[in-house]
């Protein structure tokens, strides 16, 4: 049988501010894809709206937890679950920096294509 030892277990992982952060995260996809999926409406424009703020609300506890994580992960570790972590790190910020540009787009006034 597999047992872990309690000393490295992180109890970081277990605080509210990774519960708010993986809740965030959670919404954001939803509601990303329920944008890109339904028609576009009355619905879709104020959930474009609601989306974008809560990304902008989720920036900070999701980079806390990114950077905690980052910070206490074993550096030996290779191979599938090292490629797997940089490989969501990577699609985590490209979703940042899209959904920032998107932002900072509709706040000065520019046209989004």
Do not use: C
């Not at 952060?21 to 474009?48: C, E, H, K, M, N």
């Not at 570790?77 to 699609?91: E, N």
């Amino acid at each position: 049988m597999n047992q872990v030892n309690q000393d490295t277990i992180h109890p970081d992982f277990r605080t509210l501010l990774t519960w708010v952060a993986s809740g965030l995260l959670l919404y954001l996809l939803v509601s990303g894809a329920l944008i890109f999926w339904l028609p576009f409406g009355v619905y879709t424009q104020y959930s474009v709206i609601v989306h974008s703020v809560a990304g902008v609300v989720a920036l900070l506890p999701i980079a806390v937890i990114v950077v905690m994580h980052w910070r206490r992960r074993e550096s030996h570790i290779d191979g599938k679950p090292a490629v797997l972590a940089k490989t969501s790190v990577l699609i985590l910020g490209i979703s940042i920096a899209s959904g920032l540009a998107i932002v900072l787009q509709s706040v000065f006034g520019r046209k989004v294509d």
